[in-house]
Nanobody
């Protein structure tokens, strides 16, 4: 069974940068795609960024396009999210997700992903 563990979240000032990491544990790990989602208090979980494992194609929410970068290190079984020019509205719990057993290509839909981490809190002060 694969487990995902996120790290890197903390309090940061607006305009600052953070790098989130997500490490996969388990005997073997492969996935169709991995993604980052976030959830702010009182709001639904929303798509942030995704990467297709085979081709490495990346996808971003409009709100983070141009500011953030999703990347991976297959050897390290790790997924990353480099977040630059952070804004107070980026405050949320950030979740790493993986589509391991199935994937239809709808990368922005939480239901596409069957494995989730526990989340890491990112707080951006103004």
């Amino acid at each position: 069974q694969v487990q995902l563990v996120e790290s890197g979240g903390r309090l940061v000032q607006a305009g600052g940068s953070l790098r989130l990491s997500c490490v996969a544990s388990g005997r073997t790990f492969s996935s169709y795609a991995q993604a980052w989602f976030r959830q702010a208090p009182g709001k639904e979980r929303e798509f942030v960024a995704a990467i297709a494992w085979a081709a490495g194609d990346t996808y971003y929410a409009d709100s983070v396009q141009g500011r953030w970068t999703i990347s991976r290190d297959n050897a390290a079984r790790s997924l990353y999210l480099q977040m630059n020019n952070l804004k107070p509205e980026d405050t949320a719990v950030y979740y790493c997700a993986a589509a391991i057993s199935r994937y239809s290509g709808s990368y922005s839909t939480p239901k596409e992903f069957d494995t989730w981490g526990q989340g890491t809190q990112v707080t951006v002060s103004s």
